[in-house]
């Protein structure tokens, strides 16, 4: 059980939040931009700096050779060549000014300068994208001018950075490798060769041909023809020219073979060279290893792809490509490095630790049973609720007995692909034997150990019968020697298979509960211990496991995690009693809504509902002890709550308890018809809890002398009641003469009480809550003794003097929480 709720709950409210909250989450994804502007900026550095050196160094080759000066060398070579860059290239270089003063400091100043021109301040883009990197280029900028008086160079390339900075850039490899395949296609596209000159037929007999330099003539692919000249004759002729030294190629292009050996023919007759004389023609295919690399592409590309998903695929795993998938999932832990959890931080739960303490010694001893011939437990089962520790237990298990651990979640064995599962399972067992001694534990076994003989298993669900029939058998091909122990973990025990859990497979059942008050206390100084307090740490857990009844170690961990970020977020230098409490309100309430604007008149309905349910908890002898009431919005639509404290661990409730419970539950509906003209539909949880309570009074607790002491069982897929019409006649009136007596009671007392109520909801519309503090203070010491001493002994320690309640039986039926409505 747990502090129990009661609240106003408009369902309408909850939405609006919900959506606000994913209108909250878009700044973070906004928060990834910057980092793609650096890639994209890097990238743009990358071939911007690339182009920019190509178009350089072409203007020196261009000067070199002293040749007649031509047309072409001015244009763009060929239509190819992309006209922006050639834009960028001679904006540099016409740029007089800049050229001057960087001749003055040499070429590097004049490549920054060059850089800054194009990628620099002068680029719109490069500005917009982020607003530090344009400041940071213009204060370069300003630094770069005071150092060489050069007015024109206004900033550096945001890339850049300043004196003293360094640049953080985050490349990752694809787009690393991405960007220079890209930089070197444009670079071949633009430039066919470094060395290489293209010229016309003309240049060609007015420089070389008719001057006798030509050695030799290649017809390559039958689209060009390249030139070979005599080293010497050209030296001689072209003493400066890098043609000469054999470092630049000529080549000119021609439309047919036929055609050029016809020009050629002719020129040489022209030129008188006898036939024996004539220039050699030779004729070879080369093969360009970009338009095989582009006949490739596609196929390329297909491969790529298959890759990548692959590897995605596999990216949640130990194993990488699509040949992995039948490979387990299961991580695993290494005992030496990774597993650093004992039985001493598991608190609480003395009774499991024990039973799981045979499978440690087993484990580290095995010679002992086998010596008497005892047979080794295979496995245990370890259920109980959501975050009672579960896996803490099985990971402390591994860690006691310092053995490798692999864990793996039952859902991980399903994949779409048929023989998946049973695949995982045998692969999973396999490695767990290459590894023995160790410890398997598969959280969550309901996903594939649920009862095959359900009627909704089955069909579809094949899979999942075929991966547990696997696991099945290989629990059952464990030979005993084999020291693998099978721990697993679910929050279903009922609905798993007789077979996993008869002896030989999961042999022990262990039943791991909600901690009780003594349990809370030990998790909770387990976990105080990483935080800074300067609350007595012993004091502190008990008044916590007092306030916290029902709670599961997962909800322990985290509210003491909550409080810490509470005191952190008010800057406090340690976390106090306050900041637990308000911790555990937040657990337990949910969020505190602030942004939740009530209109005074629902602010007072609000109140007045909740002074009822107050009031009620405060003069009702067996209702359970109030322990706050707010009317501060919380949670999912709750407009404001009164939070009690059950009683305790205790397990039983009696007839005058549910009756008490019941009248105060229904107190806030009755307040509202005391003090308001109408009524308002915030009851409407109220009434379910009274009515689910007073029915299982009938047809569950044997409670109501006109049905008499029969269970009836509540199957919501059952099509037919398991009780006659008239006695579901019977059911609705025992179950309406309840819940109509728990209200006359209430009305009485409230009509009684009215005073109180107008009192509490004034002093709730002031303050917004009330403590346990303030109630005294207004009503007066409850004029009943507390049933729950825990309680008194942590918050009242003098008032102390009743015997603990005597032993319990059966628990009663338990409630759904959190009870916020
Ligand atoms: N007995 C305990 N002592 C200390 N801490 C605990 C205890 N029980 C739970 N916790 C805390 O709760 C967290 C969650 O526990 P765990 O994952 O073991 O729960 P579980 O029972 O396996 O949950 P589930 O059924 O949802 O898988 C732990 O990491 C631990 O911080």
Excluded at 110 to 131: F, L, M, T, V, Y
Excluded at 716 to 731: G, M, V
Excluded at 792 to 816: D, G, I, L, Q, R
Aim: hydrophobic content about 35%; overall charge positive; proline content about 6%.
């Amino acid at each position: 059980m747990i502090p129990s709720i009661r609240a106003l709950t408009p369902a309408t409210r909850i939405r609006g939040s919900s959506a606000r909250f994913l209108t909250n989450n878009r700044p973070t994804i906004h928060a990834h931009s910057p980092l793609r502007n650096n890639h994209s900026t890097l990238r743009g550095h990358n071939s911007a700096s690339f182009l920019l050196s190509f178009y350089q160094k072409r203007d020196n080759s261009t000067q070199t050779p002293q040749t007649p000066p031509r047309e072409s060398d001015k244009k763009p070579k060929s239509k190819d060549e992309p006209q922006g860059a050639a834009t960028e290239g001679r904006l540099t270089n016409e740029n007089k000014p800049t050229e001057k003063s960087h001749e003055a400091d040499g070429k590097s100043a004049d490549q920054e300068s060059s850089n800054s021109r194009i990628w620099g301040s002068n680029d719109p883009a490069n500005k917009g994208n982020d607003g530090s990197k344009s400041q940071r280029s213009s204060e370069n900028g300003q630094r770069r001018q005071s150092n060489n008086g050069n007015n024109n160079s206004q900033g550096g390339p945001s890339w850049i950075p300043g004196p003293g900075k360094k640049a953080e850039y985050k490349m990752d490899v694809p787009s690393l490798v991405t960007s220079a395949i890209v930089s070197y296609i444009l670079y071949k596209t633009v430039v066919p060769g470094e060395n290489n000159r293209e010229i016309t037929w003309q240049e060609f007999r007015t420089t070389f041909f008719d001057k006798g330099l030509v050695d030799k003539l290649t017809v390559v692919n039958r689209q060009r023809v390249k030139v070979s000249l005599h080293k010497e004759a050209t030296s001689r002729v072209y003493p400066d020219s890098n043609a000469a030294a054999g470092n630049l190629v000529y080549y000119f292009s021609i439309g047919s073979v036929e055609a050029f050996e016809r020009r050629l023919d002719d020129a040489q007759r022209e030129l008188g060279i006898p036939s024996s004389e004539r220039i050699p023609v030779a004729y070879k295919d080369e093969i360009s290893w970009f338009s095989t690399f582009l006949s490739f592409g596609p196929t390329l590309m297909l491969l790529g792809t298959l890759f990548w998903f692959s590897r995605r695929a596999s990216s949640g795993g130990s194993q990488s490509g699509i040949f992995g998938i039948g490979k387990s999932r299961a991580k695993l832990f290494n005992h030496e490095t990774d597993i650093r959890t004992k039985f001493k931080d598991v608190a609480g739960m003395d009774e499991a630790k024990e039973e799981i303490m045979e499978f440690v010694k087993f484990l580290q001893e095995p010679g002992v049973y086998k010596k008497l011939g005892a047979k080794i437990p295979r496995g245990a089962i370890l259920s109980g609720p959501p975050g009672t520790g579960k896996t803490l237990l099985a990971k402390a298990t591994a860690g006691e007995a310092q053995v490798p651990f692999f864990s793996v979640s039952g859902s991980e064995f399903i994949e779409m692909f048929v023989g998946v599962g049973p695949s995982r399972v045998r692969d999973l067992f396999a490695k767990a034997r290459k590894n023995a001694p160790c410890i398997i534990f598969v959280d969550e076994i309901d996903a594939i150990g649920k009862s095959r003989a359900k009627a909704n298993f089955g069909g579809g669900n094949d899979e999942r019968e075929s991966t547990l029939n696997q696991l099945l058998t290989e629990m059952d091909g464990f030979n005993t020697s084999e020291q693998v122990v099978v721990l697993a973990g679910t929050n279903r025990p009922d609905v798993l298979d007789k077979a996993l859990m008869r002896p030989g497979r999961f042999d022990r059942h262990i039943a791991i509960d909600r901690p009780t008050m003594e349990g809370r206390k030990q998790i909770f100084l387990v976990h105080l211990k990483r935080i800074v307090t300067n609350e007595n740490l012993d004091e502190l857990a008990g008044k916590l496991s007092a306030l916290t009844p029902g709670f599961s170690g997962a909800d322990i961990a985290n509210c003491v995690n909550e409080a810490a970020l509470i005191a952190a977020r008010k800057i406090a230098d340690s976390v106090s009693l306050t900041h637990f409490e308000q911790a555990i309100e937040r657990v337990i309430g949910g969020l505190e809504k602030k942004s939740l604007v009530l209109s005074p008149e629902e602010k007072r309905t609000v109140a007045y509902h909740e002074a009822g349910h107050a009031v009620c908890g405060w003069f009702l002898k067996h209702a359970d002890p109030l322990l706050k009431v707010s009317i501060i919005p919380r949670g999912q639509g709750a407009l404001g709550y009164a939070q009690y404290l059950p009683p305790g661990d205790s397990y039983l409730m009696n007839v005058s308890q549910l009756m008490d419970r019941m009248a105060m539950t229904l107190g806030g509906r009755v307040s509202e018809e005391l003090h308001f003209e109408t009524v308002t539909s915030g009851a409407s949880d109220d009434f379910n809890k009274v009515t689910r309570m007073a029915t299982a009074m009938v047809t569950k607790w044997g409670m109501s002398k006109d049905i008499g002491y029969i269970y009836f069982e509540e199957d919501p897929n059952q099509l037919h009641k398991p009780f006659s019409e008239e006695t579901a006649r019977k059911i609705d009136t025992e179950v309406r003469r309840l819940v109509d007596e728990a209200y006359q009671e209430c009305r009485r007392l409230l009509t009684e009480k009215k005073r109180e109520v107008g009192l509490i909801a004034e002093e709730l519309l002031s303050k917004e809550v009330l403590g346990r503090d303030d109630m005294i203070r207004i009503l007066g010491k409850r004029p009943f003794e507390e049933r729950d001493k825990q309680f008194e002994k942590y918050f009242h320690p003098k008032e102390v003097s009743a015997p603990p309640p005597p032993a319990t039986e059966m628990p009663p039926e338990p409630e759904p929480r959190p009870p916020v409505a």
